[in-house]
C-alpha cells in the first residue's frame, strides 16, 4: 500500500488500508472498527468514509491510533482531517499550510534562474506530456502529440531545455522522465516571465472554445459586484484551490493527457462608492 504521506483526502487511505487489511488477511472490518473507537452507531464509520458524518475531535487521534499509525503518520492523519474537517475559509487554509510546510508536500517552485521556463507554452507542455509519454529521441512523434502541434525543432529545444534546467533525466533505457512530479511558479507571479506565460495561456484558452467539444474542456465564467474584503477572500480561495489541484496530479496516478487550467480574476469597473 502507499504510504499515508500520498495520499490528501483521509477517507480514501482509510479506505484503501482496511482493503488492503483484508487482502493481508487482517479482517478489519467497518464495524469493527467502530467499536474500538466506542462509536453506538453500527454503522457510523461508514457514514464517515461517505462524507455524511465527521469524526469527532476526542476520536481523531485515537483513529489513527485503531490504525496503527506511527507518530509522524498519526500526526499527518491528524492534519489532514482537521483540513478536512475546518469549518472556516480561514481555518482550512491555515491547515492546508500546515500540511505543505509541516510535511512538505512534494511541490518543487521554479527558481529565478529558471525563468526561461516560462518563454515558451510548449515547454511546460512537452514537459507534462513526458510525465506518461515513452519518450526517447522521436521529436517528430513527440511534436504530434500536442495541439496546437508544434515542429520537431520545437521539440527538440524544449527537450533540451528542461534537460539543462535538471526537470527531466534519462533512465537507464534511455526514456526521458521527471524529475519532480509537480512543479509551481510559487506566488511570485508579477515576474516578466510568468505575465508573458500566462498571456500564452490566455490565447490558448480562447482558442480552445472553438477548437475542442464541450465534452473535452471546461469553461465558466462569472461576473459579480464585491467589496475589498470579498475580493480578497476569493483570491485567498483560488489560491487554496491551485494547491489542492497540484495535489490531485501529484497523487494521481493513470495520467494520459496534459490540461492546461487558467483562473482570473480582474476588475470590470472602477471602485466607487456605496450608495447611501
Same mark, same amino acid.
Given at each position: 500500500? %502507499?504510504?499515508?504521506?500520498?495520499?490528501?483526502?483521509?477517507?480514501?487511505?482509510?479506505?484503501?488500508?482496511?482493503?488492503?487489511?483484508?487482502?493481508?488477511?487482517?479482517?478489519?472490518?467497518?464495524?469493527?472498527?467502530?467499536? $474500538?473507537?466506542? =462509536?453506538?452507531?453500527?454503522?457510523?464509520?461508514?457514514?464517515?468514509?461517505?462524507? $455524511?458524518? $465527521?469524526?469527532?475531535?476526542?476520536?481523531?487521534? %485515537?483513529?489513527?491510533?485503531?490504525?496503527?499509525?506511527?507518530?509522524?503518520?498519526?500526526?499527518?492523519?491528524?492534519?489532514?482531517?482537521?483540513?478536512? *474537517?475546518?469549518?472556516?475559509?480561514?481555518?482550512?487554509?491555515? *491547515? =492546508?499550510?500546515?500540511?505543505?510546510?509541516?510535511?512538505?508536500?512534494?511541490?518543487?517552485?521554479?527558481?529565478?534562474? +529558471?525563468?526561461?521556463?516560462?518563454?515558451?507554452?510548449?515547454?511546460?507542455?512537452?514537459?507534462?506530456?513526458?510525465?506518461?509519454?515513452?519518450? %526517447?529521441?522521436?521529436?517528430? +512523434?513527440?511534436?504530434?502529440?500536442?495541439?496546437? +502541434?508544434?515542429?520537431?525543432? +520545437?521539440?527538440?529545444?524544449?527537450?533540451?531545455?528542461?534537460?539543462?534546467?535538471?526537470?527531466?533525466?534519462?533512465?537507464?533505457?534511455?526514456?526521458?522522465?521527471?524529475?519532480?512530479?509537480?512543479?509551481?511558479?510559487?506566488?511570485?507571479?508579477?515576474?516578466?516571465?510568468?505575465?508573458? =506565460?500566462?498571456?500564452?495561456?490566455?490565447?490558448?484558452?480562447?482558442?480552445?472554445?472553438?477548437?475542442?467539444? $464541450?465534452?473535452?474542456?471546461?469553461?465558466?465564467?462569472?461576473?459579480?459586484?464585491?467589496?475589498?474584503?470579498?475580493?480578497?477572500?476569493?483570491?485567498?480561495?483560488?489560491?487554496?484551490?491551485?494547491?489542492?489541484?497540484?495535489?490531485?496530479?501529484?497523487?494521481?496516478?493513470?495520467?494520459?493527457?496534459?490540461? *492546461?487550467?487558467?483562473?482570473?480574476?480582474?476588475?470590470?469597473?472602477?471602485?466607487?462608492?456605496? %450608495?447611501?
Amino acid at each position: 500500500m %502507499k504510504s499515508i504521506f500520498e495520499y490528501s483526502d483521509y477517507r480514501l487511505f482509510i479506505q484503501e488500508f482496511l482493503r488492503d487489511a483484508r487482502l493481508r488477511g487482517a479482517e478489519l472490518t467497518y464495524d469493527e472498527l467502530g467499536r $474500538k473507537l466506542g =462509536f453506538i452507531s453500527k454503522g457510523f464509520i461508514t457514514q464517515i468514509l461517505q462524507g $455524511k458524518s $465527521k469524526i469527532p475531535e476526542d476520536k481523531i487521534l %485515537k483513529f489513527a491510533a485503531a490504525l496503527g499509525l506511527k507518530k509522524k503518520e498519526e500526526e499527518y492523519f491528524e492534519a489532514l482531517v482537521r483540513f478536512d *474537517q475546518a469549518r472556516t475559509h480561514r481555518l482550512k487554509n491555515e *491547515q =492546508f499550510q500546515k500540511l505543505i510546510s509541516r510535511f512538505k508536500t512534494r511541490i518543487r517552485c521554479v527558481g529565478p534562474d +529558471q525563468y526561461e521556463f516560462y518563454n515558451e507554452w510548449y515547454y511546460s507542455a512537452i514537459r507534462s506530456l513526458l510525465s506518461y509519454y515513452p519518450f %526517447k529521441g522521436d521529436y517528430e +512523434q513527440l511534436a504530434q502529440q500536442l495541439v496546437p +502541434q508544434i515542429t520537431p525543432r +520545437q521539440a527538440r529545444n524544449a527537450v533540451e531545455l528542461l534537460e539543462r534546467l535538471s526537470m527531466i533525466k534519462k533512465d537507464s533505457d534511455g526514456y526521458y522522465q521527471l524529475t519532480d512530479r509537480i512543479l509551481s511558479s510559487g506566488d511570485s507571479v508579477e515576474r516578466v516571465a510568468i505575465v508573458n =506565460f500566462q498571456k500564452i495561456t490566455m490565447d490558448l484558452a480562447r482558442e480552445s472554445l472553438e477548437k475542442f467539444p $464541450k465534452n473535452q474542456r471546461d469553461s465558466s465564467t462569472l461576473t459579480l459586484g464585491l467589496s475589498e474584503e470579498g475580493y480578497r477572500t476569493i483570491v485567498e480561495k483560488i489560491a487554496l484551490l491551485r494547491k489542492e489541484l497540484l495535489d490531485v496530479a501529484r497523487l494521481d496516478r493513470k495520467i494520459d493527457r496534459v490540461i *492546461q487550467i487558467n483562473l482570473h480574476a480582474f476588475p470590470l469597473s472602477k471602485i466607487g462608492r456605496k %450608495k447611501s
